[in-house]
Structure formats: structure tokens, C-alpha cells
């Protein structure tokens, strides 16, 4: 394989070992300790978009790492800037966790180029050994000791030690008549070989009982039962004796070779799939009971069946000569028929655990939640009025929680209905969260308050001239030629607006840099900081921030349309979104079809309305000719009311719902020179002409 290739393979590799954070927008950190990602609505670590396999954890375990530098990590080494030799030790590791042979990847006699692919390495370092020095020199090695096993020393101490021959067979055991050990003298030694890659040395005489290969990174004994991918219970040890110790009882065993081993042991379980159960046999001292705790905590955490089958050294014990066993190989060695009987218990137990998952699985029936369900009927929430009456009665009370879509042809208030809600809504004393995308968040309080000049010059009897357009509100310029009271009716609407409706009002303003992500963000820090749930509207989903620059614009929508769906599901809260609509829809009767990358917002949404000019419907045996001709001439006579400040009859069709009627048409009258909706037929119907200050340009619609 080229560099490159094995770069890829190793970053597919680690992929597979990512597991989903809760958001659903990232993976759990695989660094060991730490927790990020397994939080309700946690985010743990984020793939870069604009550099794939490029991970940042968002606890601090690292920035903008690729799976070298995290898998180094997990290994408990860093990549150090200049230190070549240093980094292809690293790389050498990396590539062994993956299963990788260095020397079958071109230019591997080049720690240099390794180090290179890391990005972190000076080019003008000079080359190093070649990595497969080591590796022939142990394969040799154990060779010719595995040759002198047969009748040495060794064997005389791995039969007493109640292994029979066949067992240090199967392992290639060995003999060396002398080995330096940490005692700084030389022993004769026990061989056991780990691969091909690493050795344990076990001292056969008084001394220093252990000597681990040097220069290698530490491995597993008999790893390789960790993919057996069959029902067979491996126990877990922590010496290679002890392992073999369980083997030698019909049993499969992994050895630690060190407590130290156990994170080693956790992240290969982290790339490996249809894992068996496992039996924790580690010594029964305080170094192995901390060490259990350990295993088993992170066992549960990955949902993977085990069992404590230290119960097979304790059985060993012998209450009359008042001892207490350590590990596996003294309880073989004390009392080995009833060592082999509880090895075969321990397999049967493990094999009938219920896996944490199945268990958890069992929780998630319709039985576990029935108590929940009977409680939030009996502590029925309150739904949230609209302000409209006949809208309130269609949706059965008001707006609950759920996703709600609305959309219109441009320039037929949309936004301003929205906004009117959202007003409506606040003055009752409820929160609304607004996320503004296209218009600034002055422009909406100026149109809220235009709308309160339009309602309170009625309230006073006062001629619909004294009421003001959003340029009139929003223009000081103009000011100078009001009269006194058309001021006075301006400065009491931006009084009512400032104390009985923007107290409940966040407008929050987007420039192509807000999205889901920072909705839902949003959202959650009003509730814990204001300890209330508010509505939210959305203006408009199609110009949310999209959720993968690399996408389609349909599947930015479709990923907008799920994700908004989820926060009005995990907050219990209404979201008002607005939509646009598909151009050749503009001349129809408004419909679910009509909405721009309908698919999502179609089958995503709870409630779906649409906004039209009253009179867009099918006549019955009416030509297209003759419709066109009809739509157009409404169409135009609408603009003419508009642009005089007069109201407009305008239909809201409930096209979708998903508890409640569906079908229902409610008629407004949409002034919408003044932001304003009414529900009622006389309600402001004949409206003077407007001063010329407050003209406004509404451009014809293009059928």
C-alpha cells in the first residue's frame, strides 16, 4: 500500500470505532475518562467540514486532530514537534493498534515519511533503522528459545506451576538461561511470547519476577480471543500465567500483562465489533480490586455483558489453613479440581447474563411509559392562544407543542402574521423566541408598532392618516411634519409595544450564521435561564445557516425541517416556521405541494398552513384562459387596495393537521400598509386615503 492509502484505511478504521453522541451530531470522545457525548443533549466530539477526519472535542481533549493524533492519544503518546525518531515510535503504534504492517507500506524504511503523514514532523530529519529489525530480531529469538523449552528449566516451572506442556505449546513458550531483569541481574527466564513484536520474561528463581520487551509499545496476551465473534466467555487476567492458568481449566483468557493495561484493553474493545462475554479474573488485591472497578465501569458504559468471576479464586481458599488466594494460577495450583469446576460455572453464568442493552431495550415498552403518559393527561399543560379566536378554535384551543409551518406568496404577510402572533402571544405575559433572518429586528419592532397605530387611531375614532407605515415609524426625517397627534398616537403605541409586549419578546438577527444548532442552543439557555417555555418562530427555514455546506439545498431543508422538529418534541414547546413557496404556485390555490422542497416540510411538519389572496380557487367549468385572465386582474386590484392602505381579503387554509381538523379556511382582512390582520369582516373595512408620507411600493406578483 502507498502512504496515502494507508492513511485512509487507518482513518475508515477509526470511523468505524466512532459511536453517536446524544445530539445526534457528533461522537462520543473516544478518549478514555472522558464523558463527552454521553450527556442528554451533549455534544462530544464534531467532524471539520471544511477538513474531513479532522476532530475537535469540545471537553479539550484535542483540536482539529486527525485519527493519528487522537488514536495516539488513546495510547497515552503525542506527536513532538522535531523529534523524528520520537514519531515514528508513535506512528509504529498507531499503525499496530490498527493491525497494520509498517513494512508492507511504501517508503516504510523512512520513519521520516510516517512521521510526515502526521503533519507534524521537520522534513530534514535524518532517516532512521528500519521498524522490521525488531521484529526479525524477536522472531528469531523466540525461535531458538521456544526450541530449548522442551525438558529445560522453563517447563519443570510451568508443570509446577499446574500448565501442562500441550498449553505452552500452543503459546510458543520458551527458555532463555539468562535474561537481565529490574533486579539488575541476570535469571534463567520463562519466554513468552506476544506477537511478534513483543516478549514477557518470567523470572523462574528468586528475584525480580517480570522483564517486558524494550522499545516496543505494550501489548495484550492472546488478544486475539477478543474477536473469536462466537458465544465464548474470555476471561480477563492480569498476568499471562494467570491467563494461562484459565486455559489450562477449558477456559479462553486474556492476560494484561499489568493493571496499568487496563485503558489499552478498553480502547481495542472501542474497534471491535460482536464482542463475547467477558469474566473479570484480576487478583483479588487492592491494585486488582481498583482495577476491576475500573473494567467493569467501563464495560457498563459500552453496554457489554460481564461478570466478577473472582468467586473462582475464592473458592480455592482454604478456611482451615486460614489463607486467602491471590490470582488464578495459585488458586489452579491449590486446589485445581475445584478451580476447573468453577471456571466452567463462571462460563455457564456468563452466558446467561442478560445483556445491559436488552435490559435497557425492555424499559423502552409501552408498559414502562404507561405511568408517564396517565400523568401528563392528568397534568394537562395549557396551549397557547394565538389571539385569534377562529384560529384558536381550529387548531382546539391554541398552538400546543409541535412543529407548524406556514407559507404565502411573497408580499402577502407571512411574516407580518407571524409577527402578529408572536405580539398577541406576548402580551400575555408568554415568551416568544423570534429568529429573524432576512428582516432586522428594527424593522419588526417598527412593523409591531405600526400595526398599534393602525388599531389605537380606530380605538379614538381618529382618522387611518394619523396611523403609520413602517417607513413612516422607522423615517425621523418625517416626524417634523407630524401633527401633535399624530405623535402623540405614535408615542403611546411605542409605549404599549415597550411595556405590554417587548418584555416577553427576544428577536434574535441572523446573517446567514444561524441554524438549528443555534436555535436549539437558544432555546435551552432561555428555559434554564428563565425557568419558562417559550414559542418559537422561525423567518424563514429556507435561509437557515445550512446544516453541511456540501449538501443540496434540499437536504439542508430536510435536515432543518428534522432537527426543528426534534426541538419542539425534546423542549415541548410550538415552532412557528415560515416558509417560501415554489414559483410556478404562485397562480394556484394554495397546497402542500406548493411549498418549497416540500417533501420534508410536507411529512415533517405537525400543522401546515397556507396563505392566499381570497378568490384564488377553481371555479367550477372555468378555462385556463379565463382563470389566468381572472387571477391576474384580482391580483392587480389587491395591490390597488394595498397601496391605499386599504384591507385585503386574504384566506388561511389548514392544508395539514396532524391532531386536529385539517381542511378548515379562515377568513382575514390584511391591511398591509399597517401590519395588520384582522378576523373580523367590519372590522376596520373602509380605511381613509393614507398621507403621502406613507406610500409604498408594492411591485406587481409575476404569474
Not at 393614507?690 to 409604498?696: A, G, L, M, R, V
Request: glycine fraction near 6%; charged fraction near 25%.
Amino acid at each position: 500500500m502507498t502512504r496515502e492509502q494507508t492513511k485512509q484505511t487507518i482513518y475508515d478504521k477509526f470511523r468505524q470505532t466512532l459511536k453517536p453522541d446524544k445530539s445526534g451530531k457528533g461522537y462520543i470522545c473516544p478518549i478514555s475518562g472522558c464523558t463527552s457525548g454521553t450527556g442528554s443533549h451533549g455534544t462530544g466530539i464534531t467532524e471539520n467540514p471544511k477538513q474531513p477526519n479532522h476532530f475537535t472535542c469540545w471537553a479539550g481533549c484535542f483540536k482539529n486532530a486527525d485519527a493519528f493524533e487522537i488514536t495516539a492519544k488513546q495510547l497515552g503518546m503525542n506527536f513532538e514537534s522535531g523529534n523524528s525518531r520520537h514519531n515514528f515510535e508513535v506512528i509504529k503504534a498507531v499503525y499496530n493498534q490498527y493491525g497494520i504492517d509498517i513494512t508492507s507500506v511504501d517508503g516504510s524504511e523512512c520513519p521520516q515519511r510516517h512521521a510526515n503523514d502526521a503533519k507534524h514532523i521537520n522534513t530534514t530529519q535524518k532517516q532512521s533503522a528500519p521498524y522490521n529489525a525488531s521484529e526479525t530480531k524477536y522472531g528469531a529469538y523466540v525461535k531458538i528459545a521456544s526450541q530449548r523449552f522442551k525438558g529445560s528449566p522453563a517447563e519443570i516451572y510451568i508443570n509446577n506451576r499446574g500448565i501442562s506442556s500441550a498449553v505452552a505449546e500452543r503459546f510458543n513458550l520458551g527458555y532463555s538461561e539468562k535474561e537481565y531483569f529490574p533486579d539488575k541481574e541476570k535469571h534463567p527466564a520463562l519466554i513468552i511470547p506476544i506477537g511478534t513484536n513483543f516478549l514477557v520474561k518470567r523470572n523462574i528463581e528468586e528475584g525480580a519476577r517480570f522483564s517486558n520487551s524494550k522499545g516496543s509499545a505494550s501489548s495484550l496476551f492472546n488478544s486475539n480471543q477478543l474477536t473469536n465473534q462466537q458465544d465464548i466467555p474470555v476471561f480477563i487476567t492480569e498476568s499471562v500465567v494467570d491467563a494461562l492458568s484459565i486455559i489450562e481449566a477449558g477456559g479462553e483468557a486474556v492476560g494484561l500483562n499489568s493493571t496499568s493495561n487496563v485503558d489499552l484493553l478498553v480502547k481495542m474493545l472501542d474497534t471491535l465489533e460482536n464482542l463475547p462475554p467477558f469474566i473479570l479474573c484480576l487478583d483479588t488485591d487492592k491494585a486488582g480490586d481498583k482495577a476491576t472497578e475500573k473494567l467493569s465501569d467501563a464495560l457498563k458504559e459500552r453496554n457489554l455483558r460481564f461478570i466478577d468471576g473472582r468467586f473462582i479464586i475464592k473458592n480455592c481458599d482454604s478456611p482451615e489453613e486460614n489463607t486467602k488466594l491471590k490470582d488464578a494460577n495459585e488458586a489452579l495450583v491449590k486446589n485445581r479440581k475445584v478451580f476447573i469446576e468453577s471456571v466452567a460455572i463462571a462460563k455457564r453464568e456468563a452466558l446467561n447474563i442478560l445483556p445491559a442493552e436488552l435490559e435497557e431495550y425492555e424499559q423502552q415498552n409501552a408498559a414502562s411509559y404507561f405511568k408517564s403518559f396517565a400523568s401528563s393527561i392528568e397534568n394537562k399543560k395549557e396551549v397557547i392562544c394565538t389571539g385569534f379566536n377562529d384560529l384558536d378554535n381550529a387548531f382546539d384551543g391554541g398552538l400546543y407543542s409541535g412543529l407548524y409551518f406556514i407559507g404565502a406568496i411573497s408580499s402577502l404577510g407571512k411574516t407580518t402574521f407571524c409577527l402578529q402572533i408572536a405580539d398577541q402571544v406576548a402580551s400575555q405575559k408568554q415568551d416568544v423566541l423570534i429568529f429573524s433572518l432576512e428582516m432586522a429586528r428594527d424593522e419588526l419592532m417598527a412593523k409591531s408598532v405600526s400595526r398599534l397605530t393602525f388599531i389605537n387611531s380606530k380605538k379614538q375614532n381618529l382618522s387611518s392618516k394619523n396611523a403609520k407605515s413602517v417607513r413612516g415609524i422607522s423615517d425621523g426625517r418625517r416626524w417634523q411634519n407630524y401633527s401633535q397627534t399624530e405623535k402623540e398616537l405614535i408615542h403611546n403605541s411605542m409605549n404599549e409595544y415597550q411595556t405590554q409586549i417587548a418584555p416577553n419578546i427576544w428577536i434574535f438577527e441572523g446573517v446567514g450564521n444561524v441554524g438549528v444548532k443555534e436555535v436549539r442552543e437558544k432555546v435551552s439557555r432561555h428555559i434554564s435561564l428563565k425557568g419558562r417555555k417559550p414559542l418559537v418562530v422561525i423567518d424563514y427555514v429556507q435561509i437557515l445557516a445550512p446544516f453541511d455546506i456540501r449538501a443540496t439545498d434540499k437536504q439542508n431543508t430536510d435536515k432543518a425541517v428534522l432537527e426543528l422538529k426534534r426541538i419542539s418534541r425534546d423542549f415541548d414547546i410550538p415552532v412557528l416556521c415560515v416558509s417560501s413557496l415554489n414559483r410556478e404556485s404562485y397562480s394556484e390555490p394554495i397546497s402542500m405541494r406548493a411549498f418549497k422542497e416540500s417533501g420534508a416540510i410536507e411529512y415533517g411538519s405537525d400543522v401546515l398552513l397556507g396563505l392566499q389572496y381570497s378568490g384564488m380557487d377553481y371555479d367550477d367549468g372555468e378555462t385556463e384562459k379565463a382563470r389566468f385572465k381572472r387571477i391576474r386582474s384580482l391580483i392587480k386590484d389587491y395591490e390597488q387596495l394595498a397601496a391605499k392602505g386599504k384591507g385585503i381579503d386574504i384566506q388561511l387554509k389548514v392544508l395539514k393537521n396532524r391532531n386536529g381538523k385539517k381542511g378548515t379556511s379562515i377568513n382575514f382582512i390584511f391591511y398591509p400598509m399597517f401590519n395588520y390582520f384582522s378576523e373580523t369582516e367590519n372590522d376596520f373595512k373602509e380605511v381613509d386615503e393614507p398621507t403621502p408620507f406613507d406610500d409604498i411600493d408594492y411591485s406587481p406578483i409575476e404569474l
